[in-house]
């Protein structure tokens, strides 16, 4: 019942022309997961399959005893949204593709797991009495083998090492990347050790700082790279080369972790090109660093993106990303489609890959996976077996009946039966299919708040016209108050904010940062109520959140209403005119939060703002 | 949305006479504990509950995108089982008690968590547009409170330190304990550190072995404290106080925690009394260590166990558990009944209690609680949410449906909804009286395990009568072959074999280790089959195993159908039986596993059977 064998490495011999296996990166693991010792128990398992043991041996509660007879769920057909439409390339913001379309199928499906399945293939059967009972650490199997398979031949077919990737469930990739860093990284403490054994993670100049801030404790240092709209910049100053090459021992050990979210980053939204990809893994590679790609939005890619900014902003060629084609195909042109993971280019082994259920299904699951080599899985096996054993059977079961379809029961239930046995679960294309209809609908989300936010960039103001001066005409000046990209992936618009041409700003002494205060405020009163995020919570070191994490705001166009995405961008744009508008100090000191709201020291609570609970 | 107030902490004035406040232990922490911020993120969460304020902030997906519109169960009525019966006392095991008595009640009820509930007060509030998000990482709130409450009130009523303890979900005692190590406990590497520096984790001389396992790759060494029937020793030598007042400095540092299971011990199903417990508690007082008290079975205490083991044997005095008097009531007889936990007499705050609905619901929940002093939770509350961050949201759903029944739903789904309102959840009686039941089933299993090996403890043999004898009567020999004490608690039965007894040791040079390896491949042969875990799998340390592990097997009586208890501890009785008769050298050696088993190293195997996948 624990790491079960169903489904053994592909035992392929290398050959000197064709793939390689994975490099032993074993000096890299930490000295806890170098203590760890291979379980041997496995040996044993061979006994509970004699025909007819009676197993007094394992302390599980028996089946019978569950309270729970069924799990059953009333879910969505696979085509409930609408995929992006096929008109992104035509420079052009059809009105089709800002407004909400009907849903395709608003029609759902009756699941239920039952007490106890009568399929024998325990990769395909989900039931209760499994699902329910102590299981395997990589996986409810019938989940486990499924998203397996979608790892190694529909997200990632063009792994380059022999044998390919393994993986193993998470309960979400926070628990995931904790996970990596208990396997890669040692605890160090000023207290106790000395300075050059303390190690370091790699990360983009504004990163996520959940994760950055999760390792903070085992003493890791944040170790910032700078980024474009690519991502991170692998040559010149603060780029990843200078970094490695010109790394200060004197500072801690050179960094042989990264930590990074290439889809869509978190916050800028940023997309991380093969050729970026490629220099990046490059580097890794001759300096031994592992890198943890941490992907909650890769199926989020938007292709209209770049030509719905070029013509937005009258520009006649738009930034379009590289085409990039690979060998293997995924089997689905909206996959093929999508920037492909570090994975697919990773001879070494040296990547391990976060992915989560979160954004695709609901955070809650708290649900995801690894993916990397097989030795290095192993090891987060070993893990896992000692703190969170498997996700929930709640959880896992649920998922399986939605994707792998409805079980012959045991003891068929009449309700529900013909009912369920309509519905086939949604299979790997309904899952495609629904990833491609949510990234329709984020696409237009975002469409329609970067056209707000487009249509507020600029203050325009008559200036008076002298005395002297013909009425017919006036001098109009335009200030730019932000900037931003239209995210090519993601869920976050990165508001660049200019508050040196804010009317206050040589009055307050050039103070920035409390303009970035009082206007987070000011958004936050009527009739504006717009909460957005600052952007000194991304900042990894208090240097970057003092040098331009108060430059930058963090809109999200995921989490309200649909209706709600277009009135409250424009109100953000509003709010960010009138606050343009105050040019008498003391009104601008009047700003108030909302009664009953302490903000003492808030410019230190927005630097540390993590927003821990939410990706 | 994360760490909420709804709950405040009794803010109550210590005064010299009452209750005083819990000691603040945090020179116990970590290093990794104390570097941990406190999060500054709860300052902000004010604004998200401005009316009518839009969310551009948190990056969460909208809840119209999840494909999950319910989630449903079909489950059991809290009095399906029926509890033990009040015969238990009288000293003789009646039929019906060893009897499976017809279900109280076969009937199930449906409950539904709709998509959107119209209940306002978040700790009543269950629906997936709140359980499927991102939440608290203390746990989903009408789960959290039920179960704080029920912690308070009916378990433990009796903490002694002011306000009382708090709670914090985890993911499973597994987990629950991975992060009090994490807290509590110093990663210590021999290649790097001082043995100075090695910290140690006090355990049962026969332990649970996967949460002593799970702290060896920390480089925490298992300090083994001898044992009885009532649990630990406090006194004589490898007793708790010789362990901690005779500390060997140079073996590393005095331990300063304590993992122990005392209801029902795994694997000896010890019950430590309520003196024990005084008197181990005053030593962990007086030596400064934190008690990580790990119960899954504390409801499975069986007041029937002395008698029937008094009556079986022909004893005229059952040795009865002294009987407890506490100042507060849980207010429900039978937990009144249970000996209380080490939390009702804990001053200092240095009681950990994990707790699971593994063995009362089902092992794939992956859902427990740790209680504790309320400054040991904010720490685990900071490990949770750079880990698991919250249990998912599918089974706290569902226990939290189960538990306090049905929502009025925004929309109301016509379907089962009349059949939902007749269900009005367990509620605390009904969780109760679930136990109860489920205490029952247990019992009678124990029962009938004991009785069948009681049965066969002995083996008989006549005598052949010399010529001259008299051929109306014989001498009958009588070999005990092995031993055991009816558990008072859990699910285990610990089996001591006297392997002295075979006809065959001393020809075998005394090798009780050969004996006992063969013995249990002998067993799972047929016509015996039966498997069972030898007692080297709960030795802490190698010199344990060696020295008497191997006399030991557990049997569990949970895990087989409830109708094959009786038959297969009637097998194992009668695979022993057989075993003492083989008196061949040659057929002792010819007992071979089942074809395909390979056995090398069994012995080793045997010794590290972590069962790392059961409680």
């Known amino acids: 019942m624990a790491d079960f064998d169903y489904i053994t490495m592909d035992a ?30 496995k040996d044993f398992y061979k006994y509970f399959a004699i025909p007819g043991i009676g197993n007094l041996a394992g302390g599980l509660p028996n089946a019978s005893y569950f309270p729970y007879e069924t799990l059953e769920a009333q879910v969505a057909r696979a085509d409930r949204f609408t995929p992006s439409s096929d008109d992104s390339s035509e420079g052009e913001i ?6 909400k379309k009907p849903s395709a199928s608003s029609a759902s499906a009756h699941i239920t797991v039952p007490h106890a399945s009568s ?10 009495t499994t699902a329910l009972q102590y299981g395997t650490a990589q996986g409810y199997p019938a989940l486990y083998s499924f998203l397996r398979q979608f790892a190694r031949e529909n997200l990632h077919p063009n792994v380059p090492y022999l044998g390919g990737p393994d993986i193993i469930l998470t309960n979400g990739s926070t628990d995931g990347l904790a996970k990596c860093l208990e396997c890669l990284s040692n605890v160090w403490s000023e207290e106790k050790d000395w300075i050059r054994e303390r190690e370091g993670l790699l990360c983009e100049e504004f990163a996520y700082m959940n994760a950055v801030q999760g390792a903070a404790p085992r003493g890791l240092q944040a170790v910032p790279v700078k980024i474009d709209l690519d991502g991170m910049l692998t040559t010149g100053p603060g780029g990843l080369e200078d970094v490695l090459a010109n790394w200060d021992e004197s500072k801690g050990k050179r960094p042989h972790l990264m930590y990074t979210v290439t889809m869509g980053q978190n916050p800028t939204s940023s997309l991380l090109s093969v050729q970026r990809r490629k220099d990046i893994y490059a580097l890794c590679s001759k300096y031994d660093v592992i890198i943890i790609e941490d992907d909650p939005y890769w199926y989020l890619q938007f292709p209209s993106a770049a030509s719905h900014e070029a013509a937005a902003r009258g520009l006649s060629a738009a930034r379009v990303p590289e085409p990039h084609v690979m060998e293997k195909t995924t089997g689905f042109d909206y996959l093929d489609s999508l920037v492909p993971s570090f994975l697919n280019f990773d001879p070494d082994g040296r990547v391990l890959r976060l992915d989560t259920f979160s954004k695709t299904v609901a955070p809650g699951c708290r649900l995801g996976w690894i993916t990397g080599q097989p030795a290095i899985i192993e090891r987060l096996l070993r ?14 079961s649920m998922i399986a009946g939605l994707v792998m379809g ?22 790997v294309s309904g899952w495609v299919r629904w990833l491609e209809g949510l990234r329709g609908e984020y696409e237009r989300r975002m469409t329609r708040m970067c056209t707000a936010l487009e249509a507020g960039r600029f203050q325009l103001k008559q200036q008076t016209p002298t005395k002297q001066a013909d009425n017919d005409w006036a001098v109009i000046s335009k200030t730019e108050m932000y900037e931003f990209d239209w995210p090519r992936a993601g869920m976050f618009v990165w508001v660049h904010m200019f508050f040196n041409t804010h009317p206050l700003f ?8 409390l303009l970035a205060r009082n206007l987070w405020i000011f958004l936050t009163t009527s009739p504006y109520k717009c909460l957005v ?17 108060w430059q930058y705001f963090r809109l999200c166009f995921a989490a309200v209403d649909d209706d709600t995405v277009t009135m409250f961008s424009e109100r953000f ?14 009104e601008f000191e009047a700003i108030d939060p909302p009664e009953d709201l302490d903000v003492n020291n808030l410019e230190g609570d927005m630097a540390d703002l993590g927003f821990a609970w939410a990706c």
């Open 12 to 41: 392929a011999t290398p050959s000197s022309s064709g793939p390689q296996p994975p490099k032993d990166l074993s000096h890299l693991y930490s000295r806890v997961t170098k203590q760890r010792v291979q379980s041997k128990v």
């Open 94 to 99: 059809k009105k089709a593709s800002i407004t």
């Open 119 to 128: 399929i024998t293939d325990p990769l395909r059967k989900i039931d209760l």
């Open 383 to 396: 893990i896992t077996e000692t703190s969170t054993q498997q996700p929930s059977g709640f959880v896992q």
């Open 406 to 427: 409805p079980q012959p029961h045991v003891k068929a239930l009449p309700k529900n039966k013909a009912e369920a046995m309509s519905f086939n679960g949604w299979q």
């Open 506 to 513: 040589n009055e307050l002494g050039q103070d920035g940062p």
């Open 533 to 549: 995020t600052p952007g000194g919570a991304f900042s990894p070191t208090p240097a970057i959140a003092a040098e331009k994490g």
């Open 573 to 586: 744009a509003q709010g960010v005119s009138a606050f343009w508008k105050i040019k008498d100090r003391k």
